[in-house]
C-alpha cells in the first residue's frame, strides 16, 4: 500500500512534503557477510538526505542499490507509488555522481554532458538546449568547448553534476564527490551543491563518512552503523538529542556519564542533578560546550565540579580541554581559546544539557 500524504510526513520527518523514495525493509550480505539489514527509509520531494557511516557501514551499498547497480537479498524500493527495484537502472529516473567524475579527456565539457543523450539518440537540437541548460545550472556555460584537462577539480566536478542533472532525474545519488577535493574548495563546494540542490529543487541522497560535511548540507542525516540505521533526524536533533551513545560519540565530541537514576536523582561520578527519568542505570551525554567556567552569578540548580587540565588542543577560535575530576572521570570541555590554561578549573553545566542516550548494543 502506498502511504498517504499525511503518513508521509511523519514519516519523512520534513512537514508538509510527499515520499519520493521508500526504502522497505531491506537487506543486502555479501556470502556469509550482512551489509545491510532491514533497512526502511523515506526521502521526501526536494529532500537533502545525507548518509552518514564509518568505512564498512553500508552506506554505498544502500546506493548503489537505490541505482540499480546491486540488487537487495530482501526489501522493496518504491519511487513515486512504482516499484523502483525491479526496473533496469536505465529506467531509473535516478542519476549517479561518484567519487571519481569519469569524464572522457577527448570530448569537450558539452560533448561529456550530453554524452548519455546522444547514447538515447535525443534529437541533436533538444541534446544542444539542455546540455545548455545543465551548463548554465552548475555556471559552466564559458567552458563548454574546454577539455577535462583544461579545468580544476573543483570544475570537474560540477561538469560531473551537469553531465547527472542533463538527463532531468528525480532523484540525484551522489557517492563522496567531494573527497578528492583540497579542504577549501570542498568546504566552497558545500556550499554550492546545497545552493544548486535548492536551485534545482529535486531530492539528492549524498553519501559521506564526513561528519561536518553533512551536518552542513543536509536537511536530515540517516546515520548508518554496521548496516543497520541508529538514527534518523535533522542535523540540529542528531547532534543536540542523540539517541544512542554511538550517535553521540561519532557525531561531534562529547562526554558520556555513567550512573544511576534513584527516586529523581542522577548520581554519576560524584556529580548529581535532579532529573525527571524513571530510576535504575542511566547514560548521559554532554557535549563539550556546555560545560562553563563557573560563574558566582549562577542560579541554582547547576552542577558544579572541579578538574585539573590533562591535556589541551588549539583549534582557532576555540580549544578542547581534557580535565581530571574527582573519582577518576575525565572531562571534555570546549572554551574560547586562551593563551595560558593551567592548573585547576571550576566548571558547571545545567542538567537539561546532559542528555539521555541508549547503550549501543554490540554488532558482529
Not at 511523519?10 to 555479501?30: C, M, W
Not at 521526501?44 to 548518509?51: H, P, R, S
Not at 589541551?312 to 593563551?339: D, I, P, W, Y
Amino acid at each position: 500500500m502506498v502511504a498517504t500524504t499525511n503518513e508521509v510526513s511523519v514519516a519523512t520527518g520534513v512537514k508538509g512534503t510527499t515520499t519520493l523514495l521508500d526504502i522497505r525493509n531491506v537487506a543486502k550480505s555479501f556470502g556469509p557477510n550482512p551489509v545491510l539489514r532491514d533497512i526502511s527509509l523515506q526521502i521526501a520531494e526536494g529532500e537533502f538526505l545525507t548518509i552518514l557511516g564509518e568505512s564498512g557501514s553500508g552506506k554505498t551499498t544502500l546506493l548503489r542499490i537505490i541505482a540499480g547497480f546491486e540488487s537487495a537479498d530482501a526489501g522493496e524500493i518504491w519511487m513515486a507509488g512504482e516499484r523502483l527495484d525491479r526496473q533496469p537502472p536505465y529506467r531509473r529516473r535516478v542519476n549517479t555522481v561518484f567519487q571519481h567524475y569519469a569524464l572522457f579527456p577527448h570530448l569537450t565539457v558539452a560533448e561529456n554532458v550530453g554524452y548519455g543523450l546522444r547514447v538515447a539518440k535525443v534529437a541533436k537540437d533538444e541534446i544542444a538546449a539542455r546540455v545548455e541548460q545543465a551548463l548554465a545550472m552548475v555556471k559552466m556555460a564559458a567552458f563548454a568547448q574546454s577539455k577535462p584537462a583544461k579545468i580544476s577539480g573543483g570544475q570537474q566536478q560540477r561538469i560531473a553534476l551537469a553531465r547527472a542533472l542533463v538527463n532531468r532525474p528525480r532523484l540525484l545519488l551522489l557517492d563522496e564527490p567531494l573527497s578528492a577535493l583540497d579542504a577549501n574548495l570542498r568546504r566552497q563546494m558545500q556550499v554550492e551543491l546545497k545552493s544548486l540542490q535548492r536551485e534545482v529543487g529535486i531530492a539528492f541522497v549524498f553519501v559521506t563518512h564526513d561528519q561536518e560535511e553533512a551536518m552542513v548540507m543536509s536537511d536530515r542525516i540517516a546515520l548508518l552503523r554496521l548496516g543497520e540505521l541508529e538514527q534518523v533526524a535533522s542535523p540540529r536533533e542528531i547532534y543536540s538529542r542523540p539517541a544512542t551513545a554511538y550517535t553521540a560519540q561519532f557525531i561531534g565530541h562529547t562526554n558520556l556519564l555513567r550512573g544511576e537514576i534513584k527516586d529523581g536523582i542522577a548520581r554519576c561520578s560524584g556529580l548529581s542533578w535532579r532529573t525527571g527519568f524513571r530510576d535504575g542505570p542511566a547514560l548521559f551525554s554532554l557535549r563539550p560546550e556546555n560545560i562553563r567556567l563557573a560563574n558566582a552569578a549562577t542560579a541554582s540548580g547547576v552542577v558544579r565540579l572541579r578538574g585539573k587540565i590533562s591535556r589541551q588542543a588549539f583549534h582557532g577560535a576555540t580549544e578542547l580541554l581534557q580535565l581530571e575530576c574527582a573519582e577518576g572521570l575525565m572531562v571534555s570541555v570546549r572554551t574560547a581559546t586562551r593563551e595560558n590554561w593551567q592548573g585547576e578549573l571550576e566548571l558547571e553545566f545545567s542538567p537539561a544539557d546532559a542528555v539521555p542516550v541508549r547503550e549501543s548494543e554490540e554488532r558482529h
